[in-house]
């Protein structure tokens, strides 16, 4: 997400404007699953309000009276002009897909949506389709073998449908091969993969020491399994249980 001026506090973040309180927090929850930082806003001047602190990478805005005077307003303020706005709705409109071809809107997003399409809509508006699989933080425990006697214990933290990050104290040469092991939903999923790169404690505080890799062969079975449990992963639970906070999504 470089070249995006950085948001309130420093942090980057999405603006979610909707009146109502249901949509508002589902679609803000289902934006932090995927690793953005959210605010939240009620009505158009709240939003605004929120904009002159620190522009948004993008607005999700629910179309209707309150969308259209917020479409009018961002088109009418030069600070704000270059903000993506996507516009959601439960209708067909005919004025808003004329916008999105005309380049007034960056996006229009109907609904019912799923998690899937949310995502495509911000690889195409804010990351320029930077990243094409849907990543999610985990905690599950794997075996890394290789084909010789051991093989390493340690922890899947990030998975997508075509890769993952394996989170240990000894991991292998980069472009090296190995066969990643760990349980899902009561199977044990078996992964050729290569790894891409290697993390070290050396290289921060901060650091998650481990090796980024690529899938190199899965079974289509696993390869369902696994876009299944990161679906469910992102969909399930969005109502949050204390409306009155902000909220921030962890990287994944």
């Known amino acids: ?33 995927f690793g953005y930082t959210v605010q939240m806003a009620s009505t158009v001047s709240e939003g605004i309000d929120f904009l002159c602190v620190a522009p948004a990478v993008a607005v999700f805005a629910e179309a209707g009276s309150a969308g259209t005077e917020l479409m009018a307003r961002l ?13 959601v709705t439960d209708a067909p409109d005919q004025a808003l897909e004329e916008r999105e071809r ?29 990243r094409q699989n ?16 051991g093989g390493v214990d340690g922890y899947v933290t990030v998975l997508s449908q075509y890769g993952l990050f394996f989170r240990t104290l000894s ?33 921060g505080p901060f650091s998650e020491p481990g090796m980024g890799m690529k899938f190199s062969r ?23 249980t204390r409306p009155d906070l902000g909220y921030r999504g962890g990287s994944a």
């Open 1 to 33: 997400m470089d070249g995006v001026a950085d948001g309130i506090g420093g942090t980057r973040y999405i603006l979610v404007v909707d009146p109502d309180v249901n949509e508002r927090f589902t679609m803000s929850m289902l934006l932090q699953r």
């Open 75 to 87: 088109a009418a303020d030069a600070r704000f002009r270059n903000v993506p706005l996507v516009m």
């Open 102 to 130: 005309g380049g007034g809107l960056a996006a229009v997003l109907r609904k019912p949506f799923d998690a899937e399409q949310v995502f495509k809509v911000i690889q195409r508006v804010i990351e320029k389709g930077t």
């Open 134 to 149: 849907i990543r999610i933080a985990t905690a599950l425990p794997a075996s890394l073998r290789n084909g010789v006697a």
């Open 171 to 203: 991991p292998r040469p980069a472009q090296s091969t190995a066969t990643v092991e760990f349980p899902l939903w009561g199977r044990t999923i078996s992964i050729n993969a290569t790894v891409l790169y290697i993390v070290s404690f050396d290289e």
């Open 218 to 240: 899965i079974a289509p079975e696993d390869s369902a399994l696994v876009r299944a449990y990161i679906l469910e992963h992102i969909s399930t639970d969005l109502v949050p």
